[in-house]
């Protein structure tokens, strides 16, 4: 039977309300005046096994057949159907108006004036075991009893209310126009709430609730019916038939019911001989399963994966391979799963127990393939993922619970709407619909930030209702000082003669080895009033960078990144610095984590000004850090890329050689490294930040030769690496300031 974890009710034995039929209008006085057998198309085909009634849900198990029954909606049912193992025709029981049917797993079925088993008064036995036999009609409403368990074709087990409004059970037999009862003792006279299980031998196991009417526990226990008393009893968390949403079982070994938390849902079995109780996980509480005993032999499992059989001996674990969405106990110790095997396709498969005792599958009905409805099971997206650490991917994947389908996937940043869209098609194998993200939208880098992730899977044929989930990702990468989009990318800006400055963001990881740029996009006009503009990295405290941009006049303003790309409006953060030709910013130079600006003036000193952190005095007082600095025509912040105790800096002399200095950690430098000649050729060299994820800062250099690409190699001596690379390509000489 099924576990619903949603609040569905199933009842202990198959139940549900059923629809009015011809034969079941209008108002009905009796069950057994309502009732008829038919016969049902077997519909077999040249085999010897039966075939189990296509698009029919599993309702019970007999011991020389099985029942199924058919589905009207979500909360009702038609007739009942009766299937034998041995051929002869599947037989058909019509239903009456408002009542409904309970199984036991022998080969009679009740059909009562309720649609809940223990709420029934007036019932029928129908014994599939002899089809023509007539049914046998109990009034049990005339004893004030109701239906607990069916013991024989003319027997059943009653809880009688008493005078006193207690309980008592008793064997209510009708044999011919006679009926008699016989008590059962041992039962709590403050019992409520009875219901059964499956008959084995002479046994049956009820569930009930006991104890004050403020404080009511929950209880099973045997009843030997040929004794006439319980025999045993057993504790349970919850109260009797509040306790509804899995069945009671139990073996020659063991006895077993249903128990659930918050999150996973768990068999409770008790050894008969020792009492000793164990707890076997299903799995998530949200999930159905099935379960039965077989011997001392737990079965279970759900219809995405193959049943398993745990001893509860001695804990082994077998996989039957079935897999199965539906079972049922029979009455003689055995129980049948609904699904496929991977020997013999799909059927109906009966699971008993071997001459050693272990867990023997036999296939007993043909059936059509069994589908579940369409889930999505299980999602595989993570809360957070930083693309730099997992190589600029995040696998995202959803399982479903069957493959014949499609699911759709967009994913959308919270922040701006960009979009990305995919369909992913079946797998070759199993039901998990996955790819891998690589943080792309439209050909760019992704920015950083919230992203929805949803989930629509539908079926290849167009049936049936989609299914959804949505969940929230939140990608990051490292910090990058050049990415004024805040997608992880260096974005390097450009102005052209007319004072245009624009802007490329570049791909945040080689292309085939190759640094390529993503997208050019216009930032604005008017920029040609400006001597020198500097990227200095994050200097107002914001998450991306900012630049720096000084007048003819001496005015340093400061243009704060706003994350899309573009920039806040300027503020003006000092006066004076006209004194300076050249500036170079971006590299922590001091080692406390913020960016900070160095400044040659004409006489050939260089100044060290501290980043505050603070956007409206982002530098501090200057620092004089010396002089002959008036040999050099080019100083470019690169970042810590020989592993130094902080940020370096290259300079280029009037002869075009380079040399690096090396951050001491305090604002100052080291002893100067000669790292290259012909750098001369370049007009600008930018600091760039890290182009290809190594996690070292690399340089770009721009000329009208070309561009070219420096990657870090982490060696004073050999820092830099030359690549091609498509940026400015054919541009050589259109900007006049590369930042």
């Given at each position: 039977m099924q576990f619903r974890s949603t609040g569905s009710r199933l009842a202990t034995a198959v139940t549900a309300v059923l629809a009015v039929t011809a034969l079941g209008a209008g108002t009905l006085a009796t069950a057994p005046a309502a009732l008829a057998t038919t016969s049902a198309s077997s519909g077999q085909a040249d085999t010897t096994l039966p075939v189990y009634p296509e698009g029919s849900s599993l309702a019970g198990a007999g011991t020389s057949g099985f029942f199924t029954y058919d589905y009207v909606d979500a909360d009702s049912i038609t007739d009942l159907v009766w299937t034998p193992y041995h051929g002869g025709a599947s037989k058909r029981l019509r239903h009456p108006k408002d009542g409904g049917y309970a199984l036991a797993g022998n080969d009679v079925a009740v059909v009562g004036d309720d649609s809940w088993p223990d709420a029934m008064q007036s019932i029928t036995l129908w014994n599939m075991a002899d089809p023509a036999a007539p049914g046998v009609d109990i009034d049990l409403g005339a004893l004030n009893g109701t239906y607990v368990a069916v013991l024989s074709p003319t027997s059943v087990l009653a809880d009688i209310r008493k005078a006193d409004d207690t309980s008592e059970l008793r064997v209510v037999t009708k044999d011919g126009a006679t009926t008699t009862t016989r008590k059962i003792t041992g039962l709590p006279a403050d019992a409520t709430e009875i219901s059964g299980s499956t008959v084995l031998g002479s046994s049956v196991l009820v569930r009930y609730a006991a104890g004050p009417p403020d404080a009511r526990t929950g209880h099973r226990a045997l009843?030997?019916?040929?004794?006439?008393?319980?025999?045993?009893?057993?504790?349970?968390?919850?109260?009797?038939?509040?306790?509804?949403?899995?069945?009671?079982?139990?073996?020659?070994?063991?006895?077993?019911?249903?128990?659930?938390?918050?999150?996973?849902?768990?068999?409770?079995?008790?050894?008969?001989?020792?009492?000793?109780?164990?707890?076997?996980?299903?799995?998530?509480?949200?999930?159905?399963?099935?379960?039965?005993?077989?011997?001392?032999?737990?079965?279970?499992?759900?219809?995405?994966?193959?049943?398993?059989?745990?001893?509860?001996?001695?804990?082994?674990?077998?996989?039957?391979?079935?897999?199965?969405?539906?079972?049922?106990?029979?009455?003689?110790?055995?129980?049948?799963?609904?699904?496929?095997?991977?020997?013999d396709g799909d059927g109906l498969f009966r699971v008993a127990a071997d001459a050693d005792g272990t867990p023997m599958v036999t296939k007993v009905a043909e059936t059509g393939q069994v589908m579940p409805p369409l889930e999505i099971e299980q999602l595989h997206v993570p809360d957070a993922v930083n693309l730099d650490k997992t190589g600029g991917k995040v696998t995202l994947g959803w399982t479903l619970s069957r493959a014949d389908a499609v699911v759709d996937v967009t994913l959308t940043h919270t922040a701006t709407g960009k979009e990305f869209k995919k369909r992913l098609a079946a797998p070759a194998s199993g039901t998990l619909f996955s790819f891998d993200w690589d943080g792309v939208i439209a050909g760019v880098d992704a920015p950083n930030g919230t992203y929805g992730v949803e989930a629509e899977a539908t079926l290849l044929d167009g049936t049936g209702e989609p299914a959804y989930q949505g969940w929230l990702m939140n990608i990051t990468r490292t910090y990058n000082p050049h990415d004024y989009t805040n997608n992880g990318s260096t974005d390097v800006l450009a102005r052209d003669a007319a004072g245009v400055l624009w802007r490329d963001d570049l791909r945040d990881r080689p292309d085939y080895g190759q640094v390529k740029p993503a997208q050019r996009t216009k930032i604005g006009p008017g920029w040609q009033t400006y001597k020198q503009i500097e990227a200095v990295g994050n200097v107002g405290g914001g998450a991306v960078g900012d630049l720096i941009a000084v007048e003819g006049s001496g005015v340093q303003w400061l243009y704060l990144g706003k994350g899309d790309g573009t920039f806040a409006t300027r503020?003006?953060?000092?006066?004076?610095?006209?004194?300076?030709?050249?500036?170079?910013?971006?590299?922590?130079?001091?080692?406390?984590?913020?960016?900070?600006?160095?400044?040659?003036?004409?006489?050939?000193?260089?100044?060290?000004?501290?980043?505050?952190?603070?956007?409206?005095?982002?530098?501090?007082?200057?620092?004089?850090?010396?002089?002959?600095?008036?040999?050099?025509?080019?100083?470019?912040?690169?970042?810590?890329?020989?592993?130094?105790?902080?940020?370096?800096?290259?300079?280029?002399?009037?002869?075009?050689?380079?040399?690096?200095?090396?951050?001491?950690?305090?604002?100052?430098?080291?002893?100067?490294?000669?790292?290259?000649?012909?750098?001369?050729?370049?007009?600008?060299?930018?600091?760039?930040?890290?182009?290809?994820n190594d996690g070292r800062p690399d340089l770009i250099a721009y000329g009208a030769g070309g561009t070219s690409v420096y990657r870090s190699t982490g060696y004073a001596t050999v820092p830099f690496s030359r690549q091609s690379t498509s940026l400015y390509a054919g541009e050589g000489t259109k900007f006049n300031s590369v930042i």
């Amino acid at each position: 039977m099924q576990f619903r974890s949603t609040g569905s009710r199933l009842a202990t034995a198959v139940t549900a309300v059923l629809a009015v039929t011809a034969l079941g209008a209008g108002t009905l006085a009796t069950a057994p005046a309502a009732l008829a057998t038919t016969s049902a198309s077997s519909g077999q085909a040249d085999t010897t096994l039966p075939v189990y009634p296509e698009g029919s849900s599993l309702a019970g198990a007999g011991t020389s057949g099985f029942f199924t029954y058919d589905y009207v909606d979500a909360d009702s049912i038609t007739d009942l159907v009766w299937t034998p193992y041995h051929g002869g025709a599947s037989k058909r029981l019509r239903h009456p108006k408002d009542g409904g049917y309970a199984l036991a797993g022998n080969d009679v079925a009740v059909v009562g004036d309720d649609s809940w088993p223990d709420a029934m008064q007036s019932i029928t036995l129908w014994n599939m075991a002899d089809p023509a036999a007539p049914g046998v009609d109990i009034d049990l409403g005339a004893l004030n009893g109701t239906y607990v368990a069916v013991l024989s074709p003319t027997s059943v087990l009653a809880d009688i209310r008493k005078a006193d409004d207690t309980s008592e059970l008793r064997v209510v037999t009708k044999d011919g126009a006679t009926t008699t009862t016989r008590k059962i003792t041992g039962l709590p006279a403050d019992a409520t709430e009875i219901s059964g299980s499956t008959v084995l031998g002479s046994s049956v196991l009820v569930r009930y609730a006991a104890g004050p009417p403020d404080a009511r526990t929950g209880h099973r226990a045997l009843v030997d019916v040929a004794a006439g008393t319980m025999t045993e009893t057993y504790s349970s968390a919850k109260a009797g038939y509040n306790n509804d949403s899995g069945h009671l079982t139990f073996s020659a070994s063991h006895v077993a019911w249903l128990d659930q938390d918050d999150t996973e849902a768990y068999v409770t079995s008790v050894d008969r001989k020792t009492g000793e109780e164990k707890k076997t996980v299903l799995g998530d509480s949200f999930h159905e399963w099935y379960y039965e005993l077989v011997g001392d032999w737990l079965v279970y499992g759900a219809y995405w994966a193959p049943a398993k059989a745990v001893s509860l001996t001695s804990g082994e674990t077998r996989v039957l391979d079935v897999t199965a969405s539906e079972s049922a106990p029979s009455a003689d110790g055995s129980a049948v799963l609904r699904g496929s095997h991977d020997a013999d396709g799909d059927g109906l498969f009966r699971v008993a127990a071997d001459a050693d005792g272990t867990p023997m599958v036999t296939k007993v009905a043909e059936t059509g393939q069994v589908m579940p409805p369409l889930e999505i099971e299980q999602l595989h997206v993570p809360d957070a993922v930083n693309l730099d650490k997992t190589g600029g991917k995040v696998t995202l994947g959803w399982t479903l619970s069957r493959a014949d389908a499609v699911v759709d996937v967009t994913l959308t940043h919270t922040a701006t709407g960009k979009e990305f869209k995919k369909r992913l098609a079946a797998p070759a194998s199993g039901t998990l619909f996955s790819f891998d993200w690589d943080g792309v939208i439209a050909g760019v880098d992704a920015p950083n930030g919230t992203y929805g992730v949803e989930a629509e899977a539908t079926l290849l044929d167009g049936t049936g209702e989609p299914a959804y989930q949505g969940w929230l990702m939140n990608i990051t990468r490292t910090y990058n000082p050049h990415d004024y989009t805040n997608n992880g990318s260096t974005d390097v800006l450009a102005r052209d003669a007319a004072g245009v400055l624009w802007r490329d963001d570049l791909r945040d990881r080689p292309d085939y080895g190759q640094v390529k740029p993503a997208q050019r996009t216009k930032i604005g006009p008017g920029w040609q009033t400006y001597k020198q503009i500097e990227a200095v990295g994050n200097v107002g405290g914001g998450a991306v960078g900012d630049l720096i941009a000084v007048e003819g006049s001496g005015v340093q303003w400061l243009y704060l990144g706003k994350g899309d790309g573009t920039f806040a409006t300027r503020v003006q953060v000092g006066t004076g610095w006209q004194i300076y030709n050249k500036l170079a910013g971006g590299s922590d130079l001091d080692g406390d984590g913020r960016s900070d600006l160095v400044a040659t003036d004409s006489a050939g000193v260089l100044w060290f000004y501290k980043g505050t952190g603070d956007y409206k005095k982002p530098f501090a007082p200057r620092v004089k850090v010396g002089g002959g600095w008036q040999v050099y025509n080019q100083l470019t912040a690169v970042g810590n890329i020989a592993g130094s105790a902080a940020g370096d800096m290259v300079a280029r002399d009037t002869g075009g050689v380079l040399w690096l200095y090396q951050g001491n950690g305090s604002g100052g430098f080291s002893t100067r490294v000669k790292i290259g000649a012909g750098w001369g050729a370049f007009s600008q060299l930018v600091g760039a930040g890290d182009l290809d994820n190594d996690g070292r800062p690399d340089l770009i250099a721009y000329g009208a030769g070309g561009t070219s690409v420096y990657r870090s190699t982490g060696y004073a001596t050999v820092p830099f690496s030359r690549q091609s690379t498509s940026l400015y390509a054919g541009e050589g000489t259109k900007f006049n300031s590369v930042i």
